[in-house]
């Protein structure tokens, strides 16, 4: 009898969750699982290097009871000779300042933050809670030659814990034969 009601919750839970279906960007250079359309949005950000043009594909289900807020990607690339992932103290710094700014945008809270690296390239993982711990962001960033690349999803806490931030997430791949997104 166990086994009856444990395949009738599996097939339940089959039949709530979204289809995910990969997404390619052949100006991102990038594929990712999503579980639902990407809306493309493209922001101009006035830095002390000059201005960065900050490309961003989102999914915000429509679903009122959805595991998680927002699906995101975004990337922008840095002057040449500003930022290159293979210049070790420099990109420390970046993903330090980087992740401070994420926690300070949102008047949030550090939860973790870890090195990672994707194809030999130098990343960061980290969670903020925010809102007065009622949500969190998850985010996997990446410093690719000299492209920035940031993976998050928003959650409210609560449902924080769930398989398809990490299905997400960690689905994140540059296309093939990419690795040289930038000279």
Same mark, same amino acid.
């Given at each position: ?18 289809? *995910?279906?990969?997404?390619? $960007?052949?100006? =991102? ?25 900050? /490309? ?14 927002? #699906? ?8 040449? #000779?500003?930022?290159?992932?293979? $210049? ?19 008047? =949030?809270?550090? $939860?973790? %933050? ?11 993982? *980290? ?21 920035? #690349?940031?993976?998050?999803? /928003?959650?409210?806490?609560?449902? =924080? ?9 960690? %689905? ?12």
């Amino acid at each position: 009898m166990i086994p009856f009601l444990l395949l009738v919750s599996l097939l339940t839970m089959a039949m709530t969750q979204p289809n *995910w279906e990969v997404f390619q $960007s052949f100006d =991102g250079k990038f594929k990712v699982l999503t579980p639902g359309e990407m809306v493309k949005k493209e922001n101009a950000i006035k830095t002390e290097i000059g201005e960065l043009k900050y /490309i961003t594909y989102l999914h915000q289900p429509v679903e009122k009871n959805s595991d998680n807020l927002v #699906y995101m990607v975004s990337y922008c690339d840095y002057p040449k #000779y500003s930022i290159h992932s293979d $210049s070790t103290e420099l990109v420390k710094d970046f993903f330090e300042t980087t992740v401070e700014t994420a926690v300070e945008s949102v008047k =949030g809270k550090l $939860s973790y %933050s870890s090195d990672i690296t994707m194809n030999e390239f130098p990343g960061k993982l *980290w969670r903020v809670d925010y809102n007065e711990g009622k949500a969190l962001i998850k985010t996997k960033s990446f410093l690719v030659k000299n492209r920035y #690349y940031s993976i998050q999803v /928003i959650s409210l806490k609560d449902k =924080g814990m769930n398989l398809q931030v990490d299905k997400f997430l960690d %689905s994140f791949s540059l296309l093939s034969g990419d690795d040289n997104v930038n000279r």
